[in-house]
């Protein structure tokens, strides 16, 4: 079987989910992204846990889409796309809060998986980076949607412009909530899901009024798939990542 790169622990009533590939930054194959889904449903129901933490091991959150996996055809582009947008349904399907623990970068797919958590919280480590419009590749997870609902205007500099977004920053604008020490970044995030969480019965209903609408979401997904589509036919994404692997070659010589 394939090694789904995710490590999951109960915290006391919480379940913490972590990325655990640290030495390619937790990039996230379709296996792990399957698993991730399965284990947000499994712990969403509210049944065993009040709340849900997200996670990476070592100095990254996740760098994303695995590119050394690059998909070869449109099907295995609907594949991928497919995974990624299943993680946003998974979330906002949680009767419980769901927390992102942004421990270091977030890049590309999995920094849009952290907009759709009810709660960002992170390092002065974190960083987000979209690099998908230098890459060839669409923005997924419908955060064509969630990016603007968070942070309005600056989502054009973040998608267009490819900019890193320090810590600091993404505190400013709203992609983080806060800013804790490293040490302390789980437990906190974990604290905050129980705080949120005093009445089951109460809270998942909150979460639904809160949360974007279904329709939203389904609608930012058929757009951002049929971008990719065009994006496909037209060759910018094979340019785009073979681009990508041109410049770490050269910069490793």
Not at 90 to 118: F, Q, R, Y
Request: hydrophobic content about 40%.
């Amino acid at each position: 079987m394939t090694d789904t790169h995710l490590d999951v622990r109960i915290d006391d009533d919480v379940a913490v989910l972590t990325l655990n590939r640290p030495e390619k930054l937790n990039v996230m194959n379709v296996p792990t992204r399957v698993r991730l889904a399965q284990e947000i449903r499994r712990f969403g129901t509210g049944d065993l846990v009040r709340g849900i933490v997200l996670t990476g091991t070592g100095r990254a959150f996740s760098a994303g889409e695995d590119l050394a996996a690059v998909p070869s055809t449109y099907r295995e582009i609907q594949e991928a796309f497919a995974t990624f947008h299943d993680i946003t349904r998974a979330i906002l399907e949680t009767k419980v809060p769901v927390i992102a623990a942004v421990n270091g970068i977030a890049v590309g797919g999995a920094s849009e998986i952290t907009l759709c958590c009810d709660g960002r919280i992170g390092t002065p480590e974190t960083q987000y980076y979209q690099p998908e419009n230098h890459r060839g590749i669409i923005i997924s997870n419908a955060s064509s949607f969630l990016m603007t609902r968070l942070v309005r205007n600056h989502a054009m500099r973040i998608v267009l412009g490819s900019q890193r977004i320090d810590a600091d920053d993404a505190l400013r604008i709203g992609l983080l909530d806060e800013i804790v020490p490293a040490d302390s970044l789980t437990d906190r995030a974990a604290a905050l899901a129980r705080s949120w969480n005093s009445d089951p019965r109460i809270t998942g209903l909150h979460l639904r009024l809160l949360r974007p609408r279904p329709e939203d979401i389904e609608a930012a997904f058929a757009r951002e798939d049929d971008a990719a589509q065009e994006a496909w036919d037209s060759g910018a994404f094979t340019d785009g990542v073979e681009g990508f692997w041109a410049d770490r070659a050269a910069a490793t010589n």
